[in-house]
């Protein structure tokens, strides 16, 4: 990307591109703004948009911290800029706008954030570049003094479901009017490698595949599979991620005995070929989780398990196109899982609800046309703000 134009021309620039009539102008040039882009739910999810977006004519440019996919990226014609300071942990506050000199010349409509841990960097390059931005949170901070913080006035929040926009209003006090709600779409034909076949002649593998962090509930997750085993239940137990929780879970898989019927690994290439393997796929979160490992889970073939919590409401309908089980309880848990693995044709009545009514609600391109409508919304409420 070339160097920033002065100031006033930045200025006139985003004022000419701002001067459409009607509800807001249409967004040609949006700037992506993420930590690292990890082989996960969050980052194939952002590269999906852009490629849906460029598909549809619009300019996408990547300021982040590296990772995994920057060369996926780059496939699809977008020339990452990589900044160090969205890679460390501290995210120092200069750093935003001595960042923003980088990408000034890209002369973005507006900016996307993705992850509430960048809210300040929103905030900053908003100021910086001149533009609006939009937010996207996926959860709630898990304490209250860790709530959500910018500058409503230039500045929008993307959730994923209804629920938490009203827990976000509660925690963070953000007004609602600036909080829109588009789910993530899914391209089913991404998945169509990762469905398999059913089998019979092996143990059933259960497993959750996500970040290991406490509110993802891999702790219940453990002490049901010790439920399950000390039924006389044959199963494997599979915990796929990374994150601040995986050393207590080892030690505490150590504790409970269930070696050598769990595994649990941190290091792979690809997180949909952990869910490929697995029979029943289990989201036993203890708060509002990341909904689209639901509908990822759903698209690859798998019948789900899931905590009653959140935004999973909107995704289950128990018993229909997965099971419900109560947060944080391994026996209700255990009971649920056991459902699915004694009886194989409900398991595979399920996933193939779920896999229809992701066919039906989620594909990636009414995400993004709802989303251009939230770009529009974003824009003309800052220019009549």
Known sequence: MSHAPPKSRRSADVARAHAAPGNGSAVERVLFVTGQVLDDSFGHGALRLARELRRRGKDVG?????????????????????AEALHSRGRPLWAPRRVAASVAGFR???IHVFGRSLAAWGRQLSRALDCPYVLTVMTLAPRRRHRVRGDWSRGSVLVLSEGLREQLVNQS???????GVVPFGIALDEYEAYRGTERHDRVPVVGMVGPLLRERGAEVFLHAARHILDGGHEAHFLVAGDGPDRRRLRRLATQLELRPAVTLVHDFADYRRMLAVLDVCVFPDLREGLSLNVIEAMACGKPVVASGIGSVYSIVDDGKTGLLAPPGDAAGLAEKILRLMDDRALARRIAEAAYEQVRERFSVRASVGRLLEFYSECTHRVENA
């Open 108 to 110: 973005p409509q507006l």
């Open 62 to 82: 990547l300021l982040c911290g590296g990772g995994p996919l920057v060369d996926a990226f780059r496939r699809i014609g977008i020339e990452p800029v990589v």
């Open 173 to 179: 006090r953000i007004p609602k009017a600036v909080i």
